[in-house]
Nanobody, 122 residues
Framework: QVQLVESGGGLVQPGGSLSLSCTAS???????MGWFRQAPGKEREFVSG????????LYSDSVKGRFTISRDITKHIIYLRMNTLKPEDTAVYYC????????????????WGQGTQVTVSS
């Protein structure tokens, strides 16, 4: 069992930066982790993922080059550093954990956090 709690969301101007954190409790070290987001009226979409050993990362085309995912196994925390934010990045961001591998598919993740709101606006 894994419990996930996101933090770090907020309001930021276009072009700005924000860092999200996801703190995990339970058996965390061997899980693959992902970040997803859901904007109002849209489906939840994959943002980024990282393998349990940090060797593999994956990004959606829309955030590649702007966002960076990382994990601190000792602290049980996953980070998402978001740079050059755009209004279209506005969404609720969710952290997720799964055992099947780094994947953009929602169905591959078993555990989800409650989400943190990110709003990019001037």
């Amino acid at each position: 069992q894994v419990q996930l709690v996101e933090s770090g969301g907020g309001l930021v101007q276009p072009g700005g930066s924000l860092s999200l954190s996801c703190t995990a409790s339970g058996t965390f070290s061997t899980y693959y982790m992902g970040w997803f987001r859901q904007a109002p009226g849209k489906e939840r979409e994959f943002v980024s993922g990282i393998s349990w050993d940090d060797r593999t990362t994956l990004y959606s085309d829309s955030v590649k080059g702007r966002f960076t995912i990382s994990r601190d196994i000792t602290k049980h925390i996953i980070y998402l550093r978001m740079n050059t934010l755009k209004p279209e990045d506005t969404a609720v961001y969710y952290c997720a954990a799964g055992r099947r591998g780094v994947s953009p598919r929602i169905s591959e993740y078993n555990y989800w956090g409650q989400g943190t709101q990110v709003t990019v606006s001037s």
